[in-house]
């Protein structure tokens, strides 16, 4: 069975850094991209930064580039994000999503974690 | 970057009714859209995957139309596990972006 375990979060101040992870088992990781999305309290959904299978290919939110760093280590099965510089505006709930790629090309997110809140305050 | 508008933003409905949500993109995304339908204090949880099929294990009173830019999400009789939040997403290009969410309530 497929898991994806999430950890790291916790309360940080302003300009603070913090480093998640996201831990799966129950599936071939190395064969798979990873996707992180987080929810502000009480909003909607916003993906923030995907990882290739074999790390190959990254990209990045506009609201998170230059401040965030999403790795992965495939020996480890799991993936992590480095948050630097945090804002009160990067509270939420961070969920890290496996991708998945079908025969014709379509891509969705058919894993979640049950994720890790960030409290970014002084 | 590709904006994702759903409609209604909210919708209220008895057990038994057929719904249907919509989502827009702001430009061309052939199949690349995905439904998934959030519970309080719950993960996300894949229902459609390009824009029509049924990921596995979702029952099939659950049912995803459209290409291009004009996309549908129907119930054809909701049940009372299905009162949740309904996001659509796009999958065509970073970053991937979500619609607001439609909330459906009990009436």
């Known amino acids: 069975e497929v898991h994806l375990v999430e950890s790291g979060g916790g309360l940080v101040q302003p300009g603070g850094s913090l480093r998640l992870s996201c831990a799966a088992s129950g599936f071939t990781f190395s064969s798979y991209t990873i996707n992180w999305v987080r929810q502000a309290p009480g909003k909607g959904l916003e993906w923030v930064s995907y990882i290739s299978s074999g790390s190959n290919t990254i990209y990045y939110a506009d609201s998170v580039k230059g401040r965030f760093t999403i790795s992965r280590d495939n020996a480890k099965n799991s993936v992590y994000l480095q948050m630097n510089s945090l804002r009160a505006e990067d509270t939420a709930v961070y969920y890290c999503a496996r991708g998945y790629y079908d025969t014709s090309g379509y891509s969705h997110f058919d894993y979640w974690g049950q994720g890790t809140l960030v409290t970014v305050s002084s | ?107």
């Open chain 2, 1 to 107: 970057d590709i904006q994702m508008t759903q409609s209604p933003s909210s919708l209220s409905a008895s057990i038994g009714d057929r719904v249907t949500i919509t989502c827009r993109a702001s430009q061309s995304i052939s199949s690349h859209l995905n439904w998934y339908q959030q519970k309080p204090g719950k993960a996300p949880k894949l229902l459609i995957y390009a824009a029509s099929s049924l990921q596995s294990g979702v029952p099939s009173r659950f049912s995803g139309s459209g290409s291009g830019t004009d996309f549908t999400l129907t119930i054809s009789s909701l049940q009372p596990e299905d009162f949740a939040i309904f996001y659509c997403q796009q999958s065509s290009i970073t970053p991937y972006t979500f619609g607001q969410g439609t909330k459906l309530e009990i009436k």
